[in-house]
């Protein structure tokens, strides 16, 4: 069959890469196209646009970037248009993905969604709409299934693939010598992967990085940028910045400051006591603040339905305050222990690796009947 993915960042690159490769191994005759990045270009066929101009976070920023997106959405619909699909498979990415939904819907194509968008953070009745132009929806957040059966929607769990990215990885056993890492303990960085995320995030963290010399720290760097750009933000300090290899990162650090998104589940999948940081535009922070519906905003937190990890958003992202929790998770036991003991909960609560195969099967299932 041919597939049509659409992912626009760099989570939806890695699940839509490990997708790619449950899909191959059930489907022979598979054939790709995507909007994607890196990770997915490894698994083969045709590569349309990277995600790296795609990626716009926030109310105004998206707006600034309005005539980027308005392109990037017409080559998208044309590029499904022309290619003679059996399914298109959304990844994550609403803003986007849900216009593609609408559009390829109404040209009769068999419309998945994996990933759902968090309708439940904020305008709910956006599943209404949901309902209305995606055939499939498949959700990797426990608590979204009642969430959607509330609306009278039917959806396929296929629980979470970033169980089956964990679960696949290997650690490189001369990580710290192929990377000039000395024997102190490490603090890993992940200021996210947008250029905006990096700007606000990587500065606060770099002032807290000389405050524990003891320390070792590194940036996990995005994939989708040159060393040159984060040497800006370095300038005399030696800190290295690592690319590719977040996960061998993750594997030896013993603590991580991190912004919020997926690497925040992936940080905690890894066993890694950790701050959560995030840091906007004003206007994009206001108006979010007012329909946003959600008590957190780290995913670790909105799982556990508790705080976990500590957020610290906006005025409270700065060096002091990411310096105090730092130092609480490396120096204070019993905070840290707490920590450590619900990530063994949300282990529990996030259950098996399979999600990739899962919702490979489903799809090929769906497909078929079409």
Sequence with gaps: MKYYLVAGEASG???????MKALKELDGQAEFRYFGGDLMAAEGGTLVKHYADMAFMGFVEVVANLGTILKNLKLCKADIAAYQLDVLILIDFPGFNLKIAEFAKAKGLLVCYYISPKVWAWNQKRVLKIKRIVDHLFCILPFEVEFYKSWGMEIDYVGNPLLDAVDAFKPDTNFLRNNNLTNKKIVALLPGSRKQEISRLLPDMLVVAEKFPRHQFVVAGAPSFHPDYYQQYLKDQTIPVIFGATYDLLYVAEAAVVASGT??????LFNVPQVVIYKGNAITIGIARMLIKIRFISLVNLIMDKTVVKELIQQ??????????LNNLINNRHHREQMLT?????????????????????????????
């Design 316 to 325: 409270e992202c700065n060096p002091a305050e990411i310096y105090s929790e």
């Design 263 to 268: 690497a925040n589940l992936e940080t905690a």
């Design 342 to 370: 619900d990530y063994d909960l949300l282990d529990q609560k996030m259950g098996s690796p399979g999600a990739s195969a899962k919702t490979a099967a489903l799809i090929i299932k769906y497909a078929s009947k079409k």
């Design 13 to 19: 690159d890695l699940h839509g890469a490990n997708l």
